[in-house]
Nanobody
Framework: QVQLVESGGGLVQPGGSLRLSCAASVSIFSINYMGWYRQAPGKERELVAGITGGGRTDYADSVKGRFTFSRDNAKNTVILQMNSLKPEDTAVYYC?????????WGQGTQVTVSS
């Protein structure tokens, strides 16, 4: 069982930055894969960025060059640094862990990009 708690969402103007954190209840060394997903109103949930246990990261084309996914192993936390935010980045952002074939989700955090 893996529990995930996201934090760091909020309201930001276009071009601004936000930093999302996801704290895991277990050592993230033991987790096969972690990812950030987002879901905008009326749209399907989509992958934003993911990181494997070996540290390889993948990004959606729409966020490449703007978002950075990293890990703080000492705090069992993964971080999504979001820069140059656009209105189309507005969504609820979810942290996901996949471990031994099971998926675990956080409760989500709202990100709103608006002037």
């Amino acid at each position: 069982q893996v529990q995930l708690v996201e934090s760091g969402g909020g309201l930001v103007q276009p071009g601004g930055s936000l930093r999302l954190s996801c704290a895991a209840s277990v050592s993230i060394f033991s987790i096969n894969y972690m990812g950030w997903y987002r879901q905008a109103p009326g749209k399907e949930r989509e992958l934003v960025a993911g990181i494997t246990g070996g540290g390889r990261t993948d990004y959606a084309d729409s966020v490449k060059g703007r978002f950075t996914f990293s890990r703080d192993n000492a705090k069992n936390t993964v971080i999504l640094q979001m820069n140059s935010l656009k209105p189309e980045d507005t969504a609820v952002y979810y942290c996901k862990a996949n471990n031994f074939g099971l998926n675990y989700w956080g409760q989500g955090t709202q990100v709103t990009v608006s002037s």
